[in-house]
């Protein structure tokens, strides 16, 4: 299968030498490497180019999680589209492979891989991507509900890959959205009757280190395109996995000895409920707070007069 691979930048320089030189060496190499760039300052477009990938460019303004990944889409010709993020790099040869592989079977829509955490990446984040991407291949579809619960439609965009025909007749991203957009499609994939995988075969080294702001906005971020896309709540709720998390991280911090970490645990875990209890209200909170407390401010601006009006509501998937 031919596959497109889909790289949004902004400010890349840091990272695409070393990550257009491992996509391009896999051995199963890209059709295309499609870069869509909001405009970065740096030389993010002129090394994209020197590889001889497809650069698309737009204003900064404009980025939008799931409207800029659609335009990309369009301009690709692959039989897949393998969406990745300019900061996670694939651990070995095969990704490629082991993230395409699984769409072989007609039934399987979508596939994302396993983010494993930089060496560097404090214990909390090294035991998040732990729990959340585990060792064993996982396939989902809508009788698996009961089991996983909002986990069921837990995915990444961090590394994916999808087949353009299953994109194409579900409508691709939703837009605008301001997180969550890879969720919301793999949601929509599986309430069409399709089948998701999770192949940890399919590894990149990704990880974060937000400050206890950035948890916080980051939460909130998602509380509100969980609002925006409320009509997810008549399958699940969120609120069960979170705690299921945390509780996790507790006893992992303790069995292992990592009790200095016990009082960053606490502050992060109010952080990041605190914020995505707004995130779901925000409705009720004036432009000005939300912009405070997003970490993207700009969404904010570029769809004001229809978010002030509380116009804005997904569209639950026709399956």
């Known amino acids: 299968m031919n596959i497109s691979v889909i790289l949004p930048t902004y400010q890349a320089e840091p990272y695409l030498p070393e990550l257009l030189k491992r996509l391009k060496g896999q051995s199963t190499p890209p059709h295309e490497i499609i870069v869509v760039d909001s405009s970065s300052t740096d030389r993010t477009v002129e090394i994209a180019k020197h590889s001889g990938a497809k650069v698309l460019v737009i204003n900064k303004e404009e980025f939008d999680h799931g409207g800029t990944r659609n335009y990309a889409a369009q301009e690709a010709s692959g039989e897949v589209l393998a969406f990745m993020t300019q900061d996670a790099l694939p651990e070995g040869r095969d990704f490629l492979a082991s993230l395409t592989g699984p769409l072989r079977d007609s039934q399987v829509a979508a596939v994302c891989g396993r983010q494993i955490a930089r060496a560097n990446a404090n214990v909390l984040e090294q035991m998040t991507r732990e729990i959340n991407y585990p060792e064993e291949m996982i396939r989902k579809s809508f009788g698996d509900l009961k089991r996983y619960g ?25 837009e605008p959205i301001i997180l969550n957009e890879d969720m919301i499609l793999a949601a ?10 999770y192949n940890p075969d399919a590894g990149v080294i990704h990880s974060h280190d937000y400050t206890l702001m950035g948890q916080f906005r980051r939460n909130f971020d998602i509380g509100v395109s969980m609002r925006m896309n409320d009509w997810i709540f008549q399958y699940t709720t969120a609120e069960r996995e979170g705690r299921k998390l945390v509780k996790q991280q507790l006893s992992r911090l303790w069995r292992g000895g990592h009790w200095r970490w016990i009082p960053r645990w606490f502050a992060e875990a109010a952080a990041k409920y605190a914020g995505y209890r707004l995130g779901l209200s925000y409705r009720s909170l004036p432009m000005r707070l939300r912009r405070k407390f997003s970490m993207h401010a700009g969404f904010w601006l570029l769809h004001e007069d229809k978010l002030q009006s509380h116009a804005y509501q997904g569209r639950t998937p026709s399956a």
Do not use: H, Q
């Open 188 to 197: 929509k994939c599986i309430l069409s009757g399709y089948s998701i995988v």
């Open 150 to 174: 909002i986990k069921l439609f837990f995915f990444t965009n961090v590394c994916s890959a999808i087949r353009r025909d299953a994109f194409m007749k579900l409508g691709g991203f939703p």
